[in-house]
């Protein structure tokens, strides 16, 4: 079987178990993917043979540290830490789709009815200023845009030293002020906009 292993706290913690399964006996053919160098690191530790996530990888169930999940829809929020070393919101997304059964991990006071928060916006790093405007002009009176800065704080359509992903993309956080009213409405706003490349927005089911 061939498990995407997520990241985060709860990701963490199941990707120990697996190991400790597979130590004991209770589990064999195992192969894992990372979604994330973290999640390498820890399966690695824990015995886990790994193998590169490939755009043809066919991956039996995954799973993964969410933000936020949307009630009733199961629509959920990734990216919103800062992320460490050469984590991929892209790669992530990708995996997490490739699986043929997907379980997201949150506590309980995670899955929301009404949203609210930030959402990480994947841009071209070229013209980010004028993409950056573009999404707070749509948003506008409900949403603020910072560029995520690779170390300090941010600030609205700032951030002196920005993070830059390992496709060599910019992150905008989209920060709501106002209720997200639907996620899948924001993703298809979001997708019109030029210089977008993707977001921290996932759903299985679409």
């Known amino acids: 079987m061939v498990i995407g292993l997520g ?3 709860a990701s963490g ?9 597979l130590r004991d006996g209770y589990l064999k053919d195992i192969i894992g993917v990372p979604t994330s160098v973290v999640s390498a690191s820890e399966a690695a530790k ?4 790994l193998v590169d996530y490939q755009d ?3 991956i039996d169930f995954a799973f ?18 800062r992320l460490q070393g050469e984590e991929s919101i892209i790669q992530e997304k990708s995996i997490l789709n490739a699986a043929d059964q997907l379980v997201f991990m949150v506590s309980e006071n995670q899955y929301k009815g009404v949203l609210d ?16 405007e573009d999404i707070e002009d749509f948003y506008l009176g409900d949403a603020e ?30 920060i709501f002020t106002s209720p997200i009213k639907s996620l899948a409405e924001v993703t298809e706003s979001l997708n019109k906009i030029e210089g977008v490349v993707d977001h921290g927005v996932i759903s299985k089911y679409p």
């Open 7 to 9: 990241s985060g706290q």
């Open 13 to 21: 913690m199941a990707i120990q178990y697996l190991g400790q399964q």
């Open 46 to 49: 824990s015995g886990i043979p």
């Open 56 to 58: 043809s990888s066919q």
């Open 64 to 81: 993964d540290d969410v933000d936020i999940i949307e009630e009733g829809t199961l629509i959920a929020v990734i990216g919103r830490q």
């Open 117 to 132: 928060g930030s959402i990480p916006v994947l841009i071209q790093s070229l013209n980010w200023m004028k993409t950056a």
């Open 145 to 174: 845009v910072w560029r995520r800065p690779s170390i300090g704080q941010a600030g609205p359509l700032g951030g002196d030293f920005p993070v830059v992903t390992r496709e060599g993309h910019n992150i905008l956080d989209v």
